[in-house]
């Protein structure tokens, strides 16, 4: 990932040199919100800063940037229209002085947000231009494109693919970087549509790099033209396997268990920056907390108690490092262990006795307090999130959770479903709850619904009816079929009408192996770990098709489907020394997994010699898993998890961005502007 | 012998080398005023009137413009434009640039093709343009007012007036300096006025102050690096080009002046006078060639190629390689070896002699021949000096043998574009200079595709550029009866056989712009790049299509552009009948509706396309943003009663049409309520309703609202507990509570 890094960097470094910002300007950089954190991950203050940019602002504090003669501005913002309406207005009263602002669009601009530049008559005094940064690496194996929820409401509710296009554009990018990965796997409409946009768009980019770029530069010296060399001839990524959200949406439904997993549900995680109380952070900040701090501090000044923005980096932070994948449950036992090394590590002063071995201690403090600081922070996160798990509401939604996951349908459920709307409770939680039990039921029978519907409207608001039908629109909040079983739900998507199995949750139950009883939190066997006993669909799905975890040995080889059915798989290995990336022997699993068609594609690479010398040399395969519409944080823990594991295939998630349950049922939310009676 | 037209210019030997025999026939140079392209370029020919003739003549016919290649074959033959030519030059594109006396540029093809036409402005339209110089991409006019106007670049920008020199009488002489040999990295102009040079510039104007003038000629050497000035003593000196140093001078012992002055390469300098040639070298020596009547002088990057009234010839300081082999007396390793060669074929013991006495040199030896063999225009010491080089070879262990192959392809390339039938007498250095692509360009200019694609495979370069210039050509040249099927299938066939992937925008937009709009249609159809199909189609008025493609691009910026764009240009119903069928634009169109609050738009939309529950859904919005407003309820009511009919209409919605009957409902009894306790209600759910009419006390309006609206038992308890819990009524709690514990 240290060539996307240095890729993102680059590139924001040409783009401001672009914009005239050398080495000694003053340069004002102005960054949309949503954007500090991915600039922070790219690129370092102090590169920034020598590069000729005296400060950094936030697109909401543009008015306090004066505009003068000298100054040069730079504004960084996505394509969308409210931020340029935001920049608009400051230009229409920052008067035309000097140098023309800088407007960079990220990842690129839009015709849309172009007109309302030209139509507020500034076009004169800007120059707007592109900031192709799309792929942020949030970590070694995890990318994202930082889309925020709103990709999910767009590709699923509106049907507006224009995500699909930064997507292929990104798999583009990467494949320009780390080799053109030769087998696509993939299941829901959305994830076939992308498979072929980006086969088309790589044919579009060997066919430009072999056009003119135009007639008139025929004959002058300078038209350089660099044929067929866009993408290296390496092999980082032998597979890809494209999910629509749609195939699981179970999973983000679900409340997460792990440690990150439950910091972005109570705290929310936004770029690998998270907000927390000021009091969280050890006072006597040691110099690597100042950086992950000073990068981006912006408080917002509203908010009673004083909360400060914490990186979330594993590059700096190993205590994260540690925690981030564990089941909650384990959390406190590491923190106290860590606790216990760095108490250890801090008594050796007193064994001190040479002057070297004093020297050795002093040499050590810095990492210590660092680790103090970091150990402080944790301790402080968990400690709020253990106040949070121990309320009953949190519990009773854990309980009917894992009831209704295993199957255990009581009536009693429904009447909680019921209580949580009168008694008030938030609207997320409530419709996520009702929601799980809509998906994993198949339904909720018709006259409780339009009862449930009726008190959701009575206690929430008449403009949630629109909310209700997004759910509906999305097979989140269905009413159970009321003829036979042979009666297609309304959750079945246009997949094959002669499948004897229709795909549904209950179907995917035991092949897919969702439900594990046994659970070790401490020495995890299987991915079940991350929500206490169920495995997320998705990532079962992905085990099966590259034959690891779960189906370690299972598929590709023609198995008999006794053996393929089997909920535990008999680890048949040996079988088939190299085991494929492929839907081939685990068809029948991935029908049942709604979502849409799976399908299957391959690709040449650019030298076709390539393929011999690199299936022998490399030992390790590495798979990219790409979520569209967003994945969960145990989702990524449990890829981490199968990496370490036996199979040897390596994973590394792809996704528009890191959803909950919550930011997910949020996106559908209808939203009204100064709706009185917001409890 | 290979040295018999040398001849020794101090220490060094100049070679004159006739490259060709002119193909034309009758034409007299100095009836004709002449421009030719360095890089064996073109040579455009206009007779030039003799100024003495009656103006009348000149003004009424319309002067014959004629392009020849280096060897005199006519390429094209065309009328200029009515006017008086002042001067006229190549640009780097080869592309020929004619300055008429009214101050009007035109710049024009090899075919005679006008490709751009550009106005010097007012001073040049009044006073009428004297004399011009040109550079790579632009040129200076002097104008009849001695102003001085610049043209940058022919294709994108406007004349400049330069600083003015405040001369009063036109100078003797004066050149271009180009941007990139100036100072100022901006076309500088050197005037030469009395007896000294002006450097002039956008913004300034500095005097040189040198004595040697009255300057009659001034030229820069190609590198930029020197300049030489001819004085009315006829005295030649040349000085660097910043004016620091005086490096050479010569008397040419007369004082008429020199019809051209060139360099020949940058090592010396070439004066020409009728019947005379003259070299004059870095130290004062010269050389004298004779020549019959006028010449024409053409300085290039390695010598002076000359065009005389029948001949083309090349003089050039011999290349070192070339020198060291042939030199008489040589005993450079390379000539051994040439010599070793020639005793080899002799079957003479000499060779292995020669052999040994250059062991240790052999590569060096080698090398020198590939590159003689380079240098070399005649064909026969070409074949001698690459087998001299080949058996040079043998004897050295790991030659490598990618130089000696690369040398023999560019011998061969250089060999065919020579050939009298292309005309072009590339010297090595110049083909070095001027890179394969450029050629390979320029060749497909010239309509030599076949040899350009032929030189493009043999290089390995990508075709692309080449296939696309020959369709476009050929598309050109189709005329309007010709078949479009065959053109179509001729082209597609031999692009795609070249490269799977190439590009058929061009192409297409070239047949649009020649009227062939089907041709276009169906060439985009072959286009691999959806983006790139879409303008096109959009100014072929194939909006359908350009939709369709702009959707498939993936690209949704673009789709939005074809859709506004039709949007535009249609009236709503063809808007909405080009969207049908395409769920992508629809959706996109709904999302553009949304963002921009565009609710007419999305109202009409959902119309036509029969989706009520979406309508519904639109006017229930638009309910919402009156309460925004502050608008009044019955305005709201009006739209929920418009939203609920349209609910009604569709299947499925019994649940929406008793909601919104229930809302209206509350909003009714929330109004009666505000009117009878005086608080705010109107705005609340029910639950909030009942809420605050039970912390208010108002138990039994509680009730009604209750059983008028169907609350629950379960949440009226919750409601009441709250409520309880709010009023601090502990004791009715109490109650409360243990009735519910006693059930």
Known sequence: MELLRAHISQTLLAALSRAGVSAGSKAVLVVDGALSGALSLGVEAAALRSAGVERVVALAELRSVQHSATLRVVVVLRPTLKEAKAVVDWLVVAASLGHPVHVLFVPRRSLVCERVFEDAGVSASVVLSALPIDILPLDDDLLSLELDNAAFRQLYLEKDPSCLHSVAKALLKLQALHGIIPKILGKGTNAHTLANLMLRMRREVDASSSSPESSSSLSSPSSSNSPFNVFPPKMDFDSIIILDRTVDLVTPLCMQLTYEGLVDEVFGIKTTFVQVNESFIATPANQQQQQATATASTNTPNSPIKTKKVSLNPVIDKLYTQLRDLNFAMVGAVLNQNARRIQDEVDTRHDAKTISQIKDFIGKLGGLEGDKAFLKLHTSIAEEITKRTQDPDFNKFLELQ?????????????????EMVDKQAPLLQTLRLISLYSVVCGGIKAKQLELLKREIIQTYGIHHLTTLQNLHSLSLLTSLPQTSAFDTPLTVGTGPTIAPLKPSFANLRKPLAVIVDDIDEQNPTDIAYVYSGYAPASVRLVEAATGVGKFLGVGTAPIKPAVRMGGTASPARGARKERKVSWEGVEELARVVPGGAAFEMEQGLTDPNFVARSSVDKERKTTLVLFLGGCTSTEVSSLRFLSKGKGGRQFVVLTTGMLTGSRMIDSLVEKVDNVTGEL | MATSDWTLLHNRFYRKVEVYSLLWRDIELSKHLVAAAPLGGPVALVRADPRALSVQAAVAAKPILRVFSAAGKLVSESQCEKGNIVAMAWNSCEQLVCVLETGSVRVVDLWGQLVSHLLLGQDAKDFGVLECRFFGSGLVALTGNLKLILIENYSNSRPVLLADAGISSKP?????????????????????????????????????????????????????????????????SVISSDFSKQLAEFNTGTSQPPLQMTWCGSDAVTLHWEDSVVVVGPFGDCIRYAFEGVVHLVSEVDGVRIITNDKCLFLQKVPNSTDEVFKIGSTHPGAILYDAHEHFVRKSPRADENIRSIKADLTLAVDTCLEAAANEFNTTRQKALLKAASFGKCFVNDYDAAKFTNMCETVRILNAVRRFEVGIPLSFAQYCYMTPEVLIGRLAQRHHHSLALNISTFLKLNPSRILVHWACTKIKNAGPGSDTTQLLESIVAQCTTHNPNISFTQIAKTAYQHGNTPLAAKLLDHEPIAANQVPLLMSMDQDDRALTKAIESGDTDLAYAVILHIKRKHNMAEFFRLLKGKPVAMALVETYAKNHHDLQLLKDFYYQDDRKIDMARVFLAESFELKAAGQQVNQQIHKWKESQRLFAESKDCGFEVKALEDHMKLVALQGTLEREIGEMFVGMTVTETVYKLLVLGHANRAAKVKTDLKVPEKRFAWLKVKALVEQRNWDALDKVLSRQIRR
């Open chain 1, 402 to 418: 894992q009831n209704v996951l295993s199957g255990n349908q009581i009536p009693s459920q429904l009447d909680y479903l019921e």
């Open chain 2, 172 to 236: 003797t002489s004066w050149i271009v300096v180009p941007p990139q040999f100036s100072s100022s990295n901006q076309p500088e102009v050197l005037l030469a006025v009395k007896s000294t040079l002006l450097v002039i510039n956008a913004q300034t104007v500095i005097d040189q102050r040198l004595q040697t003038g009255p300057h009659i000629s001034i030229a820069l050497s190609p590198n930029g690096r020197f300049i030489s000035l001819v004085n009315t003593a006829g005295k030649v």
